[in-house]
């Protein structure tokens, strides 16, 4: 599909959230006080819970309400906020952003009220069917206690959702990462603006902002009215605004109270069709851009080509972004046909006597070369998973990586092996610190840090189904490789530190036999582990003694292993 056929579609999803009601009611629970359950006052701040019907449901609706409408541009970073031992947005860390900002002054109301916030939390259950909203600061109070509430209540049918009037951007790019990584977390949170209303633009300065908006916007104006959650594309927007309605000082935040109503009675944008009539509708994404400036009262600005690129730029990488979002449920099944090449190909090599390992280090044959495809399908799958896991909030990261811990575990003990025997092939050395890859070492601590019974259940060994597994230590074939040079330089160089890398290599293959954690592979006459044994044998002479050359010396040893029936002492 080519760009010119892209279509934004913010001029006509906004009327369709005006249509649901919703903002009516929220403004309505704002200034009325007819249906408040509940109310509490704290420290410049304070709440009202109010009960309303709603498809024969009853809906809360928790408003807040600020005594102090000044808010400075100034940010505190969650590592300072640790420090004031409040850690209850410790859940929206992930491993790529481990760090994000937010406005100082809405969060000291949160937490200068925490324990009157903590008490209403604790009484929004997963049933409660939640609105939480505020206009201007405590707007942005509203968004940053329903952020408080994702961690227990982020999830499932009954998720809150935040509706906030003309209310300040409340934290930093860092922050709107952390919220957009969830799809359903981003959807937790409508903020209307008017075109009018200088507040939520008060930190966009010269263009420059460290702020970033998350959720949906709702920017409207008497012309008409545009919606869209790219967080991107509405900063643009708000810096548009900026620089046109600087003047517009006077605004009452009551008039959002006029702006619903007026929302509510119209159905399309008025006055557009005189004025839509100049707009070159051959490329659809620029025409629907332009709609949604003049929705805005934006109309000067069509005509200048830099804002108008600008927006199309940002629209087309959302919208592609968005397409292209990575579905780990759909690709893993099509990648199943490759694990299962690479099972195949196992079994091929193990009757030819040589294993797979040393079949793809070699390269003998072309089904080798057959599995580099396959190899190379399944680890850019798998980085990408990691990567993903990576960003997504703590609590539904370890969600997502229990999930996928059979599957990624049985992926790196598959596939790292190959990746060890091209490294050695091409004479690399010490593959465990200098070459191992970050999306191997996080897979493997994905099933070091998960839950004791997962954990067991995939190392756990049946000695009578040992033909069958693959070998529990991933790095197996690179602590070969890095015997087999050990061996030569101790033979070269009486090596002191090779003889100690030895004799714990030594140590380290019984363990794993005597816990039937190696496949019985390693025994095939054309495998490197023989390799091993046969020049390590040499060096220790006929007359070396030890638990594993005792178990070595015998090769019916090797087909009892095999059969899960020798007995280790």
């Keep these: 599909m080519t760009q010119s056929s892209l279509f934004s579609s913010g001029s006509q999803l906004a009327p369709f959230v005006i249509s649901s009601g919703l903002l009516r009611l929220s403004w309505n629970a704002i200034i009325s006080l007819e249906t408040v359950i509940d109310s509490k006052q704290g420290v410049k701040l304070s709440y009202k819970v109010h009960s309303v019907p709603f498809h024969g449901k009853d809906l809360k609706i928790i408003v807040f309400e600020t005594q102090d409408h000044d808010v400075k541009v100034d940010l505190i970073s969650f590592n300072d906020i640790k420090k004031k031992k409040f850690i209850d947005f410790e859940f929206l860390c992930t491993e790529r952003n481990p760090v994000f900002s937010v406005n100082k002054d809405v969060f000291s109301l949160l937490h200068e009220n925490h324990q009157i916030l903590v008490q209403l939390k604790d009484e929004i259950t997963s049933s409660t069917q939640l609105i939480v909203t505020g206009s201007g600061l405590a707007g942005s109070v509203a968004s940053l206690f329903t952020i408080y509430l994702l961690d227990t209540n982020g999830s499932g049918k009954n998720r809150p959702l935040c509706i906030t009037f003309g209310s300040p951007l409340i934290g930093d790019k860092k922050l709107q990462e952390s919220i957009s990584r969830s799809s359903t977390w ?122 108008s690129k600008k927006l199309k730029t940002l629209e087309v990488k959302f919208i592609m972004d968005k397409r292209t979002l990575f579905d780990p449920s759909r690709k893993l099944n099509v990648l199943k046909k490759d694990m299962a090449q690479l099972e195949w190909y196992k079994k091929k090599t193990k009757n030819q006597g040589i294993g797979y390992y040393d079949s793809f280090r070699n390269m003998y044959s072309h089904f080798d070369l057959d599995v580099i495809g396959f190899q190379k399908n399944l680890t850019k799958y798998w980085e990408k998973m990691v990567e993903e896991a990576e960003m997504k909030p703590q609590k539904e990261g370890s969600q997502f990586r229990t999930r996928w811990l059979y599957a990624g575990t049985n992926y790196r003990r598959m596939v790292e092996p190959l990746v060890i025997a091209e490294y050695y092939r091409d004479k690399g050395q010490d593959y465990v610190n200098k070459k191992r890859s970050k999306h191997l070492k996080k897979l493997e601590n994905w099933l070091n840090e998960g839950n004791e019974r997962t954990r067991d259940s995939l190392n756990k060994t049946n000695k009578h189904n040992v033909e069958s597994i693959l070998t529990l230590d991933s790095c197996f074939w ?92």
């Excluded at 903020?191 to 300065?205: G, Y």
């Excluded at 119209?266 to 557009?272: A, E, G, Q, T």
């Design 186 to 307: 981003n959807s937790c949170f409508l903020n209307v603006v008017s075109h009018n209303d200088p507040l939520p633009r008060l930190f966009i300065t010269n263009k420059t902002t460290s702020y970033m908006p998350f959720g949906t916007f709702l920017l409207v104006s008497d012309e008409g009215s545009t919606s869209s959650e790219n967080s991107e594309f509405i900063l643009e927007l708000l810096v548009a605004l900026s620089s046109t309605n600087v003047q517009n000082q006077g605004f009452q935040s009551a008039e959002y109270g006029n702006i619903v109503e007026s929302l509510f009675r119209k159905v399309i944008c008025k006055n557009l069709t005189s004025q839509a009539e100049n707009i070159n509708l051959s490329d659809s994404l620029l025409a629907s851009i332009s709609l949604q400036l003049l929705a805005l009262g934006l109309a000067p600005l069509i005509q200048e080509s830099n804002i």
């Design 478 to 569: 690179a602590h070969v490789e890095e015997a087999i040079i050990a061996c030569k330089e101790f033979k070269e160089l009486n090596n002191e530190k090779a003889k100690n890398k030895l004799d714990e290599f030594e140590k380290y293959v019984y363990n794993l036999l005597k816990n039937y954690a190696v496949s019985p592979e390693i025994f095939l006459s054309g495998s490197s582990y023989i390799k091993w044994w046969n020049e390590y044998k040499a060096i220790k002479g006929s007359s070396y003694d030890s638990t594993l050359s005792s178990f070595m010396s015998k090769s019916e040893n090797y087909k009892e292993y095999a059969e899960g029936t020798f007995d280790f002492l």
